[in-house]
């Protein structure tokens, strides 16, 4: 089993449309989370953190759920430019990051 | 926040020759940084973490002696590409932390990525 697995997408969504991605991590101990969006031949940059009480900003939600050893993303009312890959990562002891390989998302007029 | 600069951006070089890229980061000290490469739609792949005044240590399958890694100061770490082949054309990219916002807590600030064509 994967240290980080992500649902493995594509997605195809229309705009306006809300669409959530999940992501599991193996580690019980690991320390703190984080999404990524990655675009086309880019480098990744930083989407959010994601806080153990849940956190929102504009559009994204993310959440945690230490029992069920997952975190998740959802966005609202999606466009056109959030058409990317997102990246789960995941601090799983100090220097030792995780990732996730990415869930594609196309959002469609 | 926390700015991660590599260069260059883009460089193309012959079979055999050797390749040098830089990772610095612009406004915190990095003690460690994190070299990946990534081939056309894949995921990242860590290859190895560099750890200023010491040897940098090199995830399962990447060959030290062929991707060297010097982490000079704790501002700068430097990877090269030995003998380069066609095989080894990919996005490499860096990364970095500035652990003094949030400790290990902090996010990974990523450089812009340098795609490596070898000819």
């Known amino acids: 089993r994967k240290e980080v697995e992500q649902d493995p997408g594509p997605f195809n969504v229309p705009e306006g449309a809300t669409v959530a991605f999940n992501c599991t991590y193996s580690?019980?101990?690991?320390?703190?989370f984080f999404w990524y969006r990655q675009d086309c031949r880019k480098e990744p940059k930083l989407l959010m953190s994601?806080?153990?009480s849940g956190n929102e900003d504009g559009r994204f939600t993310a959440q945690l759920n230490r029992a069920s050893q997952y975190i998740s993303l959802l966005i609202r009312d999606s466009k056109l430019s959030d058409s990317a890959t997102y990246l789960c990562v995941v601090n799983k002891d100090g220097n030792d990051m995780r990732f996730g390989a990415g869930t594609r998302l196309t959002v469609k007029p | 926040g926390a700015v991660v600069s590599q260069h260059p951006s883009r460089v193309i070089c012959k079979s055999g020759t050797s390749v040098k890229i830089e990772c610095r980061s612009l406004?915190?000290?990095?003690?460690?940084m994190f070299w990946y490469r990534q081939f056309p739609k894949q995921s990242l792949m860590l290859m190895a973490t560099?750890?200023?005044?010491?040897?940098?240590?090199?995830e399962q399958g990447v060959e030290k002696d062929k991707f060297l890694i010097n982490h000079a100061s704790l501002t700068l770490s430097t990877l090269t590409v030995t003998s380069a082949h066609p095989e080894d054309s990919s996005f490499y990219i860096c990364?970095?932390?500035?652990?003094?916002?949030?400790?290990?807590?902090?996010?990974?600030?990523f450089g812009n990525g340098t795609r490596l064509t070898v000819t």
């Open positions: 406004d915190f000290q990095a003690t460690t």
């Open positions: 560099s750890n200023e005044g010491s040897k940098a240590t090199y």
């Open positions: 990364s970095a932390r500035d652990l003094t916002r949030g400790g290990y807590n902090s996010p990974l600030h």
């Open positions: 580690n019980s101990a690991s320390q703190s």
């Open positions: 994601v806080y153990s």
